[in-house]
């Protein structure tokens, strides 16, 4: 007799994977699968919010480039708002990882929560720094890739709600 799982099927079509005839040294260990956390997510509300302000921000910087106009006091006050959003985000993911939870990619989040609020200030100060319609376009992509960033931040970490 082999230690190969069985296949036999119940009653029910189920398929019976147990090694009935192994003894337990010589037994495959279960496969494990991850498992979803059961923790209460990451506050969804501050993560849509950041996707919106991301996206208003985009295209608000859109029609400045489209209008040939350059940085202006509303568009650098619609990053500081994305920035702080950003940084609440950030410190919500830390508290929790203080706490103890691990996601499974946690290089890649810690990553991406060191990245994450130096967008808005790198664009903010190429932005300034480019005295052409162009520098508000330098802003529509900070703004795009801070939404995509809390979309890729959930899937990283599923209990990131979006």
């Not at 230690?3 to 119940?10: F, L, R, Y």
């Not at 920035?83 to 410190?91: M, N, P």
């Not at 830390?94 to 990553?111: D, F, N, S, Y």
Request: some cysteine.
């Amino acid at each position: 007799m082999s230690c190969e799982p069985g296949h036999d099927q119940g009653l029910g079509g189920e398929v019976n994977l147990e090694l009935p005839h192994c003894p337990a040294s010589t037994a495959r260990p279960a496969l494990v699968t991850t498992k979803r956390s059961n923790i209460s997510g990451v506050n969804g509300a501050v993560t849509t919010t950041i996707i919106v302000a991301g996206l208003a921000l985009a295209g608000y910087a859109l029609l400045m480039t489209a209008l040939n106009r350059r940085m202006n006091v509303p568009l650098l006050a619609a990053v500081g708002v994305l920035e702080i959003l950003l940084l609440v985000q950030v410190g919500i993911i830390v508290a929790r990882l203080a706490g103890g939870e691990r996601p499974a990619g946690l290089a890649t989040l810690i990553g991406y929560l060191i990245a994450m609020p130096f967008v808005p200030v790198a664009a903010a100060f190429w932005g300034l720094l480019e005295r052409s319609r162009w520098g508000p376009a330098v802003i529509a992509v900070a703004g795009l890739v801070a939404a995509v960033l809390m979309v890729r931040l959930h899937q990283i970490w599923p209990v990131i709600r979006v």
